[in-house]
């Protein structure tokens, strides 16, 4: 299936659609980390991301868990990244190239089976996340995961009293 613009995907929900095998990928652009990181483009990179249904949280979360590191290290939005920071920054940006090839199908489930809802959730210090699956048993049972969300945890810097 070809649109009027001749590609073979469309836009919806903020993702590329494949009509073809009606699925939604996501379409980061390639992402090139400056030569010196800052915090600024740390969160420049994370603003990037647009992920309604939050499928890929887990490695946007690891990014907002690495911003809370430097600014509880207090480092200027401009500052350059500590090599230490540089080096993990770099290791955060090769995981963006892996979403690109993530896809996902629109449509989870037939018309003909029965349905069940399930949903997960964990947390840790650093953050915590939850997941909605529909499972659809019928003659083959299956699972698709609907949805997830992620926050990182609060930033805290120790009591004061």
């Not at 590609?7 to 980061?28: I, M, N, V």
């Not at 959730?121 to 997830?148: E, P, R």
């Amino acid at each position: 299936m070809k649109f009027e613009d001749g590609s073979d995907f469309t836009k919806t929900l903020g993702l590329a659609w494949d009509p073809a095998s009606d699925q939604l990928l996501f379409s980061f652009s390639a992402f090139q980390s400056p030569l010196r990181p800052c915090r600024r483009s740390v969160l420049s990179a994370i603003a990037k991301f647009y992920d309604p249904l939050g499928l890929v949280g887990p490695v946007i979360t690891r990014c907002k868990i690495f911003l809370q590191q430097l600014c509880k290290e207090k480092l200027s939005w401009d500052e350059s990244l500590p090599e230490t920071h540089n080096t993990k920054w770099l290791d955060i940006c090769r995981s963006f190239e892996i979403i690109s090839h993530v896809s996902f199908p629109r449509l989870v489930f037939s018309a003909e089976s029965d349905l069940e809802v399930h949903g997960f959730c964990d947390a840790s210090i650093d953050a915590y996340g939850a997941c909605v699956y529909v499972v659809s048993k019928g003659n083959q049972s299956f699972s698709h995961l609907l949805c997830y969300s992620t926050k990182a945890g609060a930033l805290w810097c120790g009591s004061s009293g």
